[in-house]
């Protein structure tokens, strides 16, 4: 009795090892998009935020022009960042990493929040410091509108706070 | 069959199913073709497309000790600004070819997430890894990048010794006109912050030297040192530094901002100082 008890668990086992080393059969279904790509469902601040392109980015997801869609240089977000932020004696380390749209008109939509730790890890920060700092990246004017073509286009554009003691120390990139 | 002999059996399932995972033998058809595979995803495919990811994941399936695949899997996240997916794929690329990638981790942690403690330790990590040999991460020395790094870290003594290190060796092996410019750039503020100004001016005149005469950060660095103590020059560096920052003469790259970059709004802002003391 015992052993036909134990069968079902050692096939079990035996079809986890077996099938568990068939990393080209999950090589097929690892990714469903590109790299990069903001899911609305998923995203914050998706509702009532439309991209104007039909989700064509200009750019796609590659950030070689990242440092050009700050408005008016980046120091002047930084020091936007910097003036408005309150450390309200926070104790976080780690990451702030904010991926977003802007679309055709220069709103921010779509934004996916990734707390991490020291370690690039996932992890939970303070909920009211993410917020500061998600509400002071959304400001309308803090990013370019870029035009192709004669039309103006939606862009994709990520964030990374570093945090020391709840300070932001970099903001990148 | 027993108990006993379904135990017997399934632990030597487990061991063939292990050796299988870890232990694969590649053979040679394999290491080419996963090659052929890396680089089509590579160089061919667009980089973190569907196709060029999983065209990459089946090169390393074909071989498991293909590190340039399992590197390369990671930079569409490096690119896209996902730190949290980056950082284990790297990793694995570090575990794979530590010699190789580890002092590239450092330059990335550096680069891409100021985070200049992590890029020390894999720089330093490089010393042991590879001894007699100065590894060169992104094409300049780890002697340049902790320079860099300690700049970063406002340990001014370290950056200084490392960026004369890097200037030394250079200088010696090459001549003076082959080393990388910024690193007398970074030397020079490294100097300017420990108030050695003799030293930082010698260091920005380098770097107009061999940036034939263009520069706006040579020049504001400049003027900012002079504003006091020669007015009439510091007047005439700052508003050069601005001709220069317009025509894009000025320290910048691609992706993510340098460190110590320089801004008009800086210049203009010392620019102003000259008005209102009407120098």
Redesign the interface.
Known sequence: M??KR??PI?FF??TV??F??N??E???T???????YINPETSRYSENFKLCNDGNLFG????????QVYKN????FSKHIQKNYKNKNYTDNG?L?L?FHINCEGQVGNVEV?E?D?????TSLNQELVQQLIDLSMAKNNWNVFEFEGHKVDT?M???F?LESGNV??I?? | MSLKSYHNYFCLLAILSCYNCNEKTVSEEDKKNSEALYVKGEQTLLQGSIESMQTLEKAITLDPNNCDAIRELSVAFLKRGMPHKWKPQFDKAVECNPKLWQPFRGYLHLSFYRDYRKAIADFDASDTLTPNFIDAPQGQSVDYWRGMAYLGLKDYKNSLDYFNTYITIETKEWGEDMVEVTAFLYRGIASLETQNYEMALKDFDKVLLYNRGYSADAKYYKALILKDSNPIEAKQLIESSIVDFNNGYYNQRDYVEILRQIYLEDLEILKHEFKEKLY
């Open positions: 015992k052993a134990s069968l050692y086992l035996i090892l077996v568990g080393c990393k080209s999950k090589a097929e690892k990714y469903q998009e590109r790299i990069g796609g997801y590659y950030s070689s022009y990242a440092p240089d980046k120091i002047v990451f990493n991926r990734n991490l020291e370690n690039l890890e996932l994709y990520y964030l990374i570093k120390l970099e990148l990139p």
